[in-house]
């Protein structure tokens, strides 16, 4: 099935603290996981990646957790900042249906000074 | 490395136009790229898979004819919205995979805000 929502929650944070963002995926054969950053009016940035042979991956200020046994997937920023505030996307890939990618439905990070 | 251009960023035009978007991988090479669509507030919906030197794969739902797809070169996928109307206007984004090996994350252009009056 697709994963795709037709809201969008927020997550409001105060600046400084860490962030934790969530996302369900729907396909268990889904082998590689991507969260991407929108700004308004912009197109997704990459941030991190996690390939479904691991459970976590950490990068600049970000970590990536995988849950293959429910279908979890979580980003947590660390030390939040203003630039932090956008859309935040999980995607998951399936090489098996040709590397497409299907979207979660998107939280929105609103970052408080 | 691995930018997408896409242009151009904003389209106005009347109902019956037909609108070519350009999306080009500047620094890396690509058999595939894709073609998305982003009403507001909401997520991205795939709407074909574009390949190099042949014809696209659409997904379900979406008019190959009223959706026109090139890939002509490793460097730059075309989507035409023809005989555009109003319910067309929409964001459209692109996306290109590095050609090398593996696992690899799409890329994605900036968008086109297309407006269909």
């Known amino acids: 099935g697709e994963s795709v929502g037709l809201h969008l929650p927020t997550l409001s944070v105060q600046e400084g603290d860490n962030s934790i963002i969530n996302c369900a995926y729907s396909n268990s054969a889904s082998d590689y996981f991507i969260w991407y950053k929108q700004e308004s009016g912009k197109g997704p940035q990459f941030i991190i990646d996690?390939?479904?042979?691991?459970d976590k991956r950490q990068g600049q200020r970000v970590t990536v957790l995988l849950n293959k046994t429910v279908k979890h997937l979580s980003l947590q920023i660390a030390a939040t900042q203003p630039g932090d505030s956008a859309v935040y996307f999980c995607a998951e890939n399936s090489e098996a249906a040709g590397n497409k990618l299907t979207f979660g439905g998107g939280t929105r990070v609103l970052v408080k000074p | 490395g691995a930018v997408v251009s896409q242009h151009p960023s904003w389209v106005i035009c009347k109902s019956g136009t037909s609108v070519k978007i350009e999306c080009r991988s500047l620094?890396?090479?690509?058999?595939?790229m894709f073609w998305y669509r982003q009403f507001p507030k909401q997520s991205l919906m795939l709407m074909a898979t574009?390949?190099?030197?042949?014809?696209?794969?659409?997904e379900q739902g979406v008019e190959k004819d009223k959706f026109l797809i090139n890939h002509a070169s490793l460097t730059l996928s075309t989507l035409t919205v023809t005989s555009a109307h109003p319910e067309d206007s929409s964001f459209y984004i692109c996306?290109?995979?590095?050609?090398?090996?593996?696992?690899?994350?799409?890329?994605f252009g900036d968008g086109t805000r297309l407006s269909i009056l």
């Open positions: 574009s390949n190099e030197g042949s014809k696209a794969t659409y």
């Open positions: 996690i390939r479904s042979n691991m």
């Open positions: 996306s290109a995979r590095p050609l090398k090996g593996g696992l690899q994350p799409q890329h």
């Open positions: 620094d890396f090479q690509a058999t595939t």
